[in-house]
C-alpha cells in the first residue's frame, strides 16, 4: 500500500542518514567499535531492503504483463 511506501521509505532514509553521517565520521576519526558495527549493520539492512524493493518491483511488472 502507498502508507507501507511511505513508512519504508522514511526508514531507508534514516538507515542512509545514519550511514552518511558514520562514513562522515569515519574520515575525520576512526570509528568506535560499537560505530562499526552500526555501520555494517546499516549497510547490511539497506541492501537487503533494496533487494526487496526489487523483487517487489519485478512482481509488480509481471502482473502488468
Excluded: P, Y
Amino acid at each position: 500500500s502507498l502508507e507501507d511506501a511511505v513508512v519504508l521509505d522514511e526508514v531507508l532514509n534514516d538507515l542512509a542518514e545514519g550511514v552518511d553521517r558514520l562514513e562522515s565520521a569515519n574520515d575525520k576519526r576512526e570509528l568506535t567499535r560499537d560505530e562499526k558495527a552500526l555501520l555494517r549493520q546499516f549497510r547490511k539492512s539497506l541492501d537487503e531492503a533494496e533487494k526487496f524493493v526489487r523483487k517487489e518491483i519485478m512482481d509488480i511488472e509481471k502482473e502488468v504483463d
